[in-house]
């Protein structure tokens, strides 16, 4: 790997990689939908554009020879024409501009969800099929565009794709705030009975998991056309772990709780009102919302391991650490 462009490189996940990159004598470039001071301070060169389109997209594809692609519209709440745009055309059009350039090696940043059932996963593994009754279109386009990017695998593109779950640390704009924020208002209950377990990845594993996979898609390429779910060194139980964070941040720990067919039709039924109101916020609640916060779902990543040597940097202990001292800031 020498000339390498990572879409989306002004976010959570793709400033991690970027961070990552950087000090590997590369030459590392961003493409994304702004401007990032906090990139651009590094020395990257960032360019601006919509991955939806097709002439941009082949404009940054051009002169390197590895892509990490983790643009996303994210979130479990909009429009399917505004996910089929974002991750679906978009992931297309950096597929096809990819080959277009003879680019070797993609690296797509995917998500777990695309494996969601409606029952838990207990250390679920990558034989596990692609859903087909998805509860958000978040899921469903994700679901949609890994597909598409594993198929294209080939001596001339070889591809793969990382699974991370519930990334969490300091600088995260979405998970951590909100949770925090929800029970700072009292806004947060249990749902379930509060013993389900999950999977979380510090954002240096994550970033970490796409480096390697790229570097092994360079050399043996025992990972091109796969997909590899990662995460920590193990599953936590998703409200004590909540709770032990609420407590080390002075706030009150979360006791209500909400059963989960309440919660399930609760989410339903505020999905129907905010979409026949055309409403754009994210309702409270959802259907696909309330089975992730009372299902378990972790899975095994062993073939992370075997096929990319994926282990984590950061420990859940340390992660939490470093977590503390950004949010105590």
């Not at 519930?166 to 806004?187: C, F, S, T």
Request: hydrophobic share 40%; glycine share 8%.
């Amino acid at each position: 790997m020498k000339d390498i462009l990572v879409i989306g490189g002004g976010g959570f996940v793709g400033s991690a990689i970027v961070k990552g990159l950087i000090n590997k004598d590369v030459i590392v470039t961003v493409a994304g939908r702004s401007h990032y001071p906090h990139i651009e301070k590094l020395g990257v060169t960032c360019f601006k554009g919509d991955i939806a389109d097709p002439t941009f997209v082949d404009t940054i594809c051009r002169n390197v020879d590895t892509v990490f692609h983790v643009a996303a519209k994210a979130g479990i709440w909009g429009s399917w024409s505004e996910y089929e745009a974002a991750n679906v055309t978009g992931t297309k059009n950096v597929v096809q501009a990819c080959l277009k350039h003879k680019v070797e090696r993609l690296v797509y940043t995917s998500t777990p969800s695309v494996v969601f059932n409606k029952e838990n996963i207990i250390n679920g593994d990558e034989t596990l099929d692609y859903s087909d009754a998805f509860l958000c279109n978040y899921a469903k386009s994700k679901a949609i565009a890994e597909k598409f990017v594993l198929d294209h695998n080939s001596g001339a593109l070889k591809t793969c794709a990382i699974r991370p779950h519930l990334i969490w640390g300091p600088h995260d704009p979405h998970l951590i705030p909100r949770v925090v924020e929800r029970a700072r208002q009292g806004k947060l209950k249990i749902v379930g009975d509060g013993t389900n377990k999950v999977d979380i990845t510090y954002i240096d594993n994550v970033a970490h998991a796409h480096i390697l996979a790229a570097k092994e898609l360079a050399h043996e390429a025992r990972c091109a056309g796969k997909a590899y779910f990662i995460g920590q060194e193990e599953p936590v139980v998703l409200w004590q772990w909540i709770n032990e964070l609420l407590k080390d941040v002075s706030v009150v720990e979360i006791s209500k709780k909400v059963n989960f067919r309440l919660a399930y039709l609760v989410g339903g039924l505020l999905e129907l009102i905010y979409k026949g109101l055309k409403i754009e916020s994210e309702p409270q609640m959802t259907r696909f919302l309330a089975y992730q916060l009372s299902h378990s779902h972790y899975f095994s990543h062993h073939n992370a391991f075997t096929d990319f040597g994926y282990e984590p940097l950061v420990t859940l202990e340390e992660g939490k650490k470093k977590l503390l001292e950004w949010l105590k800031e």
